[in-house]
């Protein structure tokens, strides 16, 4: 699974667009992005995934750029209850991988009314 | 629709101990994995299981096992517990041909050793 990088913390407040940047240098050409959303004491979530350019759903946005060295993960108009940990994986997601998901540390965002 | 079933959800055991913890993961799903997470810790791989048969291992100490049975739920059958397994115990699974990482958590069980 290739490296990623993302903020330790962000905060926001309520009613913003939040945007978080994972970093992936090492990304293989068959890697997949994957973010999770985790709350307090509840397991992971999986919101979106994407191989390039742009993929939306009715919860977020993922925007990743042609050299695919980085993803940003964009949540619109955010509310209390998008308070969470986020995590950005990459990996071989279809083709036969196992998918035990590798987290790094993810980033907290806090946002406030 | 059909989530992911853990039990039980709270467990209470004494060092040396033995506990068994259920999954019974979403309909049709064939990959089932566990993860351990300790308290302010990012979620740790322990072990997968795909069509029955073990996939993959991680950070699973020699104490524990786990396996899937032929209803396609798993078991994680840990033994001489010790304070420091104290931890929420997800499960999660996920079908292959949606993709191995979208997988669905379980809401976990929460091991407390004293």
């Known amino acids: 699974l290739a490296k990623t990088t993302q903020p330790i913390s962000m905060d926001s407040y309520e009613g913003q667009e939040v945007n978080i940047t994972c970093s992936h240098n090492n990304i293989a050409t068959n890697d997949y992005i994957t973010w999770y959303q985790q709350f307090p004491s509840q397991g992971p979530r999986f919101i979106i995934q994407g191989y390039k350019t742009k993929v939306t759903n009715e919860v977020a946005s993922l925007f990743i750029p042609a050299d695919r060295k980085s993803s940003t993960l964009s949540l619109p108009r955010v509310s209390l209850s998008d308070t969470a940990v986020y995590y950005c994986l990459v990996g071989a997601a279809y083709g036969g991988s196992q998918g035990n998901l590798i987290f790094g540390k993810g980033t907290k965002l806090s946002v406030k009314p | 629709a059909a989530g992911v079933i853990q039990s039980p959800r709270h467990l209470i055991k004494e060092k040396r101990e033995t506990a068994t913890l259920k999954c019974y993961p979403i309909p049709r799903h064939d990959t089932v994995y566990w993860y351990q997470q300790g308290p302010g810790q990012d979620p740790q791989f322990l072990i997968s299981?795909?069509?029955?048969?073990?996939?993959d291992k991680g950070s699973i100490p020699d104490r524990f096992s786990a396996q899937q049975f032929s209803d396609y739920h798993s078991e994680l059958n840990m033994s001489s517990l010790e304070l420091g397994d104290s931890a929420l115990y997800f499960c999660?699974?996920?079908?292959?041909?949606?993709?191995?990482?979208?997988?669905?958590f379980g809401p976990g069980t929460r091991l407390t050793v004293t």
């Open positions: 999660a699974s996920s079908s292959r041909l949606a993709g191995a990482y979208e997988q669905y």
């Open positions: 299981f795909y069509e029955k048969m073990q996939s």
